[in-house]
């Protein structure tokens, strides 16, 4: 038995519910000693510690902790960064185990239904893993299925979720965490629902159809359960490959990318919230396949118009716009302090949009995109009061660290200032408000 099928028995399970519980106590107990007892910690060390354990134990845990890498000030810096070093291969499941768990969602006859269907996994991440099969239609397929019991897994981690954040939240008051956890939760249970994902990749499917430079995958919904997602297969080469290619080709790239994130968000009002590198990968046109649609965001309109509203108000050096955009995020009582710190985030987020010229899309510091600016933020806030996070804010902010990162590591130099202008000329909430529910009620979303 595989050391997956292992976790997957229940002591299994008991045994890496304590395993979590222990890492997460652990850490509460180091920080409160350093906050109450002045007793120190190293840091960098216990961060490194912690990151291995979690990253060890894979699961729901591991996807919390890769989330709560990309979040600044969501988590102290050092264990920031140790996260983000997380990885998304865990160990497989075996044959044996598959096949059981193929017979459980397919039926005692699931292996007649494909021309053929590989017994090693072509990758495995922290909730399921993913076989390439063959349809009798002759068809490439890539079969992805969630590990057992992830439901009660990811609940003891979210419990544990919770733990940190109340520490986090006692160590420093400067922000209430509840949005965040709020958030966290719901997006990660709608990643345990196959039935939803299949919804989403045919939404996806639908707003991007007339982009040429993006693919989307088929859903085979005869192959398909809540648990087993079953997908035309889609060839590419990870994103990060061409960094070493000509200016023009990382040039061509980053635009597909931005074009495969943003346009679903300024005419739909929805966002992949997932911008881990593993999921897009690039074909031999530059082309891009957007992949995994477990975590999508449905925004409301006036969210979108927020968005705007702050860019306009970051190039007009307007106070009030951006107090206004801020609420219209969700942001509440305001001091006049905290708007101005917020517009130095702001001001990070919006710079290459700012300027009407070629420019990379930043530089990293400390190892994460924004990392120097959050601190700053962060440091600001804490002598200015309690904030509290709205929940729209995380996987909107998570997003545009996520694929600037990206954008950083091919180096691509592009005239972002007329890219996004080009995308929101002529942006109205009503007609954004009609296509959104238009296209979440043909895919009864």
């Known amino acids: 038995m595989s050391n997956q099928d292992k976790e997957n028995t229940l002591t299994g399970r008991l045994a890496r519910y304590g395993k979590v519980s222990s890492a997460v106590v652990g850490l509460t107990a180091r920080v409160a000693g350093e906050r109450y007892l002045g007793l120190p910690i190293e840091r960098n060390l216990h961060a ?39 990885q998304s291969n865990a160990p497989p499941m075996s044959w044996p185990f598959v096949r059981r768990r193929m017979k459980g969602e397919l039926g005692p006859d699931w292996e007649r239904k494909f021309a053929s269907f590989e017994k090693e996994a072509a990758a495995a991440a922290s909730l399921g893993q993913v076989h390439k099969a063959r349809a009798h239609d002759g068809r490439v397929l890539a079969c992805k299925l969630q590990y057992p019991d992830m ?6 981690d979210l419990n544990q979720l919770q733990m940190l954040f109340s520490l986090y939240e006692r160590y420093d008051g400067s922000f209430q965490m509840q949005g965040i956890q709020e958030e966290l939760a719901a997006r990660l249970r709608e990643e345990l629902d196959y039935d939803r994902e299949a919804r ?75 911008p881990h590198p593993g999921n897009y990968t690039v074909r031999s046109d530059f082309s891009i396949n957007l992949l995994d649609f477990g975590c999508v965001r449905v925004f409301p309109p006036s969210f979108i118009g927020g968005v705007i509203d702050l860019y306009k108000a970051m190039m007009t050096r307007d106070f009030n716009l951006a107090v ?15 708007v ?15 300027e009407d010229r070629v420019r990379p899309i930043g530089e990293i510091t400390k190892g994460v995109y924004g990392r120097e600016t959050a601190e700053k933020v962060h440091r600001k806030l804490k002598e200015s009061g309690t904030i509290r996070i709205p929940r ?42 009609e296509k959104q529910k238009k296209a979440l009620a043909d895919f009864g979303l």
């Open 151 to 156: 439901e009660s897994a990811l609940q003891a």
């Open 48 to 86: 490194e510690q912690l990151g291995k354990v979690l990253g060890n134990l894979k699961g729901p845990i591991m996807k919390i902790g890769q989330i709560l890498a990309t979040i600044p000030e969501a988590l102290p810096p050092e264990y920031a960064q140790a996260f983000q070093q997380l």
């Open 392 to 433: 729209e804010f995380v996987f909107m902010d998570r997003a545009a660290l996520g694929l600037g990162s990206v954008f950083l590591r091919l180096r691509a130099e592009i005239n972002w200032h007329r890219v996004f202008n080009e995308l929101i000329e002529g942006f109205d909430e009503r007609i954004l408000a």
């Open 324 to 338: 206004h955009a801020y609420e219209t995020w969700g942001f509440q009582n305001l001091s006049r302090d905290q």
């Open 200 to 274: 989403h990749t045919k939404l996806y499917g639908s707003l991007l159809r007339e982009e040429r430079t993006v693919h989307v995958p088929e859903v085979l919904d005869d192959l398909s359960t809540g648990r087993l997602l079953t997908m035309s297969w889609l060839e590419g080469t990870p994103i990060l490959n061409p960094k070493d290619a000509d200016q023009s080709v990382r040039n061509e790239i980053a635009l597909n990318m931005f074009r495969a994130w943003y346009v679903p968000l300024y005419f739909a009002g929805i966002i992949h919230g997932d």
């Open 340 to 354: 101005e710190t917020l517009n130095i985030w702001a001001n990070f987020l919006y710079a290459p949009l700012l």
